[in-house]
């Protein structure tokens, strides 16, 4: 996954400003609208997308589990997910 270190060491910072929003922006563009994603989640088929952003590798996704069936709330949900798998490999927000 592409990061910037911090000049202190300590974290790894999203390699540019925007990354979070054109990276689930793309999500989107790629798995299309809350609705479609929950119907085939819904079938057990876990949902999966190939991210590029940028000049730096593809970071491959993959979604699973039972979504909430509020649009709204799910598509949040996707989001939360999002932040808390950079989190998990020690990457935040610039």
Do not use: C, W
């Amino acid at each position: 996954m592409p990061y910037l270190r911090e000049e202190q060491g300590v974290g790894r910072k999203y390699p540019y400003p925007n990354f979070g929003f054109e990276f689930l922006h793309e999500l989107h563009e790629q798995l299309g609208r809350a609705d479609a994603i929950a119907a085939q989640l819904n079938t057990g088929a876990p949902v999966n997308a190939l991210i590029t952003l940028q000049s730096y590798p593809p970071i491959s996704v993959e979604l699973r589990g039972k979504p909430d069936p509020k649009p709204d709330q799910f598509e949040s949900d996707i989001a939360d997910a999002l932040l808390e798998a950079f989190k998990s490999v020690n990457l935040r927000p610039s």
